[in-house]
């Protein structure tokens, strides 16, 4: 009896070891936990991924990349599509060509497509990923879903990057866009980066050396604190890093050779310059023209007003937020980065972004923007009306 | 002795002694409560007197409060993992103009992994042209100084080798002799044994755009996970503490520890509180505080992660919890009062950095419980219900304190997505009476042995197990 009731308590205190021994006697699940080493470091990762497997695929005459099949562009003449593509005008192959491409109208493509040449967008359509060994143009109220690469990508009005744009040189946003990844050299909202590179070497005149009383300068630390509100006049100049645990206001044509730090809000006005860095746990705010040669980092939303310059060339930044609007006439030499959503503002009526026509409330696909609903706008008079969709597995 | 309440009681009696039996067995579990309709009675006799009685009973009392405030603590860190909003301000860094960064290597005595720490260096995609390597060769009488010499001359102009034949002996000694030579205005410290990943380099760097923060910390990840159940424990304990634990005070705005390796450290901070101080066990835990105590934030980066070797058997990690605690606890003395006096800290941090200073005291007071639960039990005088009161006291020093981390593991292993090893959980508890142990003895080591004439601190280096050079690290296949 007490053999049997020792038994049965000795099976009642192990068997929640049961599982604990199992995995300890036979394991399933013993290699180290995986550390990302590139991809998010690295934005162009996806497209240079598959533009080395996709040759390596061609090379060997593989007919499939992944579970995907690889078709080649015509030269000349009328795409070859399959009876099933016809019919949904949808493609899920892969297509790449030697040369040149230009996409055709009403069709979706949910296989990448890959251009040793420049390639080009049919308006109103749909694409996982694009990949252009010279120009790429993405024609208006395209859709991108995955990544875009070329060694220059114009962006036209209406479009919607889901996915992260990168180019060898160049990204131009001619229009009102949505965004959410933009990385290039040069990455300019409607404007010509030389204009950018002569505001940028444009010399201000210092009004008033140093920072008001409530800041306190701290020589070892080589920065200045302040624990309440900071408005900095315009035309104020100084050396240093400045840690604001307030928020802080730059008044016009403010100068600093130093980096920020906010706690709270920060709004500079027009033509204020800083050589460093922002961080800022609310929300940033530059007026029209003001340079920035160091990154804009901030928790909430950055704007940047018309004429913005950040980073410079051979000094690349980052501009990233969960929210970004930029203006025209903004150069981002680097990366624009909107883990939410990134877009334009400031086009006038153009600001107002066409609705995609496959994005329907119940069948969008999955694009990745939190605050989807809020982009969404109703359809330029004439335009063509929502279709469903269902999105690729 | 007798305690008399007088305040009526408006409940119903089955209601009011069920409820005050739940009180009590979270603060009280030791008090013999006679209830009438009209009055409280909170009796407690004991054969050695009613003093012994009461002492027993507030002790108790106390630390169960402290446990539950630790157990809370706990819970709340892994529920903001779960549920609550993330902060990575500086994940989204991906081009800059990186500073130049001298990255130390400390070493002493470690020819069995060191060229592979060298050699995971010099692939980081950092730029090659700002960033300096630095092996602190402290003292080492094996072959470590010519694995680092023939490392210098396959990479010719990237490794600035410091060769320390004398001195201070110590970490915090060797680096603060090492600091004296640096021209750039960061500095990453690196153990030996550990495996910098491509991308590690510009993401500790990545804080340091924010030039409020002195020191960054990154993930630690164990490469040697399976090689027995001690290493599956530890890579448990690792993510608990790293991906939870850290992630959480970093996400709540409290106080990320600085780790002493896999971290960065901006110079003017560390001149502005003083430098190395090369009379403590903990360096890290030291300038954490003395950080804090500054102004500076020390920022956690739970994507900064690096492989480490974690101890392969249990004499090696006992030795090395000890030398934890012991310079944990150094920081908590030095520490604690001018925390608590620093109102230009706000409340919340002042109270977390409190408690983390606290972590390594907690074991000895956890056996101090479970001892006082067993003194009452055998000592105080019992009516009916305080054997079960008893009972849950001894529970609750077994189920809340530093047993509550159990649920950070599981949160941590449910984040990482590799939730077989999550079945272990039930052994962590033999990695936690070891560690409880190890920690009280440490305690009580320091309190009373190394105080001794001709004692004092002593440091124990870790075992390395590696043997022959080994990849750089597991790569996951492009996408």
Redesign the interface.
Known sequence: MWALLLSLTAVVVLL??L??I???RF?????????????????P??AR??K??LDEAVAQSQPRLGKSHIAETPSTGAWRFIERERRTHASRRVWQSTGDITLPAEMTYLGEVAAQGSLRTAPNEVYRGLWAGERLNLANCATLLRWAHGRTVDVHSGCQLAGRVSADERITLWGPATFLLL?APVVCFNTDPARAQVASSRPLPVLQAGLPEPVVW?D????G?C?EPLEILGGTAWQG???CRADLVMGPRCTTD????VHGDLEADAGCQLT??A?V?GRIELGPNCIV???L?S?TEIVLGAGCVV?APG????V?APRVRVAPGVVV???I?A?DIGRTQGYGVADELPRQRFIGAAGRPDLGFDEWAETQIDPRPGQRQPRQYKAAA | MTFVVTKPLAAPLAVRNALFALAAGWALPCVAIPMTETTWRLEVTSPFGAVWGWSLCVATALLLLLLTVYAVRHYVFSLNRLFGAQ?H?????????WPRVTIFVAAHNEEAVIADCLANLMAV?YPEDRMIVMPVNDRSSDGTREIIDAVVKKFPGRIQPFHRTSGKPGKAAALKDATELVDTDFIIVFDADYLP????I??LMAPF????VGAVMGRV??????AN?LT?LL?LER?GGYQVDQQARQNMGLVPQYGGTVGGIRI??L??VGGWHDDVLAEDTDLTYRLLL???QTVYHN?A???EEVPQNWGVRVRQIKRWAKGHNQAMVRHSLPLLRNR?IPLSVRIDGLLLLGVYFMSPLLILGWLLSLLMYFTVSLDVATPALLAIAFMGHSALGNFAAFFEIAAAVHL?R????V?????NWLGFIVSAVAIARAVLEQALLDRLPGRGFHWDKTVRYRRAPQVS????L??
């Open positions: 929640p070891m599982p604990a199992l995995e300890w394991p399933t699940d013993v290699v180290p936990l995986h550390i990302d080493s590139q991809d998010a470091l690295d934005p990762f996806l991924s598959f080395v497997r990385h701290n070892i630390a080589q920065r604190t624990d890093d400045l840690v130093g980096s920020l730090k460093g860095n961080v746990e040669g160091g990154s980092l928790e980073g000094r690349l930044a980052t990233a030499h680097g990366t980065w883990s | 902060r301000p500086y994940a989204s860094l991906v081009s800059a103009q995609d990943s491509r991308g590690l510009r993401r755009t924010d030039p409020e990840v164990p490469n040697n996970v399976g159940l599956r890579d993510s003017a901070a001149k502005a500054g102004g500076w994507r992660e690096c492989y230009d990482d590799s939730r077989q090893r079945r272990l959980i039930a052994f690290q597991p790569t996951g492009p996408v």
